[in-house]
């Protein structure tokens, strides 16, 4: 026991003057040195995962940005049902805010609530400013179902729908067929939907699963450990009831590739923002793959380099997007995309334990990503108050 000289009792057990035998640290090789507070406990009960908020204290420019640089078409778009003036103007107006020029209702409408929005949309003073996307009936999927939601599908493009979409996670997750079995993402009764859609040159915009962690085990290693507990919904862990999320990958990718002629748009960059080269396999082998980045914005920028790169290379084949239709939360992807911002804070603390980072993606490739490959993809987008994609 060594001798200790008299020490204040607070000090002693902050350690800072506790006296070190150097020559009881040295190392063999390959050996791992111990930490230093190795075997101690905190003096004071830790703070639950929602407690613990710790201030930065770090201290690096900050640009926020209220509206986004070039105007933007926002190809996932929720707001409520486009029916009335009232409801149009609203939406209109915190979209100039923002400088989001055209948003697609992806709400997935179709027959009377499709006609009755478009009619409401072109009495409007923001005619140019919204695009409805149809949806398709996939309940109960039997003999005979494809060429009946293919007929619905060119009668709803014919009265003024400019896509299909968003074709919600429910199909290949939990629909059912009228024989009970799950309805598979690449069910071949479903083949003339997707061929009508090639041949009527309209995009198919497709969420398929949700992220990998809600299909793995709820334990302290899952990334969504916070989001699952608060919401059961996102728990799809009972292989009884769910698929894999590699089963749903396995499907998707068929599907694609069998309909090699359909435009397909991938929601959510198809939840591999976590693994870009996974998506950037995807894009090589399929030309007409097309993704957007809504609700991943946590993945990209935790990886603003790597992410940078991906978006330069596949800059004709992203598209912006955001799901729910929340005017606040559009600056954080202004952003992540716009800036080279370190070190700061997403907008929901259920998804993402880490901050952000600014991609500072080039002008060029900004420009595709907010409007150029939407204008593309959806010829009934108005180019009015679109910049030219290259200076003329
Ligand atoms: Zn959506």
């Known amino acids: 026991m060594r001798l200790l000289s008299p020490l204040p009792p607070l000090l002693a057990v902050v350690g800072l003057l506790a006296p070190v ?54 190809i996932h778009g929720h707001p409520p049902a486009l029916t009335s ?12 805010s923002l400088n989001l020029r055209v948003l697609v209702n ?14 409401a949309v072109r009495a409007s003073p923001y005619r140019d400013r919204f695009i409805l996307f149809t ?11 494809g060429a009946r939601i293919a007929a619905q599908l060119e009668t709803d493009i014919k009265a003024g729908a400019a896509g ?92 694609f590739a069998r309909h090699p002629h359909t435009m397909w748009v991938l929601a959510h960059l198809g939840w591999h923002a976590n693994d870009l080269a996974r998506l950037g396999r995807m894009f090589d082998s399929l030309p007409n793959l097309y993704s957007e980045v809504g609700a991943i914005l946590y993945d990209l920028g935790r990886q603003p380099r790597a992410a940078r790169e991906f978006f330069v290379k596949y800059q004709d084949r992203l598209l912006f997007g955001k799901d729910s239709f929340q005017p606040d939360e559009y600056p954080y992807y202004w952003r992540v995309f716009e800036t080279n911002d370190e070190y700061f804070d997403y907008y929901r603390d259920y998804h993402a334990f880490w901050k952000l980072y600014g991609m500072g993606l080039p002008d060029s490739v900004l420009k595709k990503l907010y409007y150029g490959n939407a204008l593309r993809l959806v010829p009934a987008i108005s180019r009015a108050g679109f910049p030219p994609l290259r200076p003329q």
């Open 21 to 74: 035998d150097f020559a009881a640290q040295t190392q063999g090789p390959g050996q791992i040195r111990p930490r230093p507070a190795e075997g101690r406990e905190p003096e004071f009960p830790p703070p639950n995962i929602r407690e613990y908020q710790p201030r930065s204290t770090l201290v690096v420019p900050v640009h926020l940005v209220p509206r986004a640089r070039f105007p933007v078409v926002d």
């Open 85 to 96: 003036a009232a409801v149009i103007s609203q939406v209109g107006a915190a979209m100039d």
């Open 106 to 119: 992806a709400n997935g409408s179709t027959g009377d609530g499709l006609s009755r929005q478009l009619e």
């Open 135 to 145: 949806t398709l009936n996939l309940r109960d999927v039997g003999p005979g179902s």
């Open 164 to 255: 299909v979409g968003e074709i919600g996670k429910g199909f290949g997750l939990s629909a059912r067929k009228a024989d009970g079995t799950r309805l598979k993402l690449d069910d071949p009764e479903l083949d003339p939907v997707w061929e009508t859609a090639a041949r009527l040159k309209i995009p198919v915009f497709i969420h398929v699963a949700d992220p990998s962690e809600f299909f793995a085990p709820l334990d302290y290693q899952n990334e969504r450990w916070l989001e699952l507990a608060l919401y059961p919904g996102r728990r799809y862990q009972d292989r009884s009831r769910f698929p894999s999320f590699e089963e749903l990958m396995t499907e998707r990718d068929h599907l």
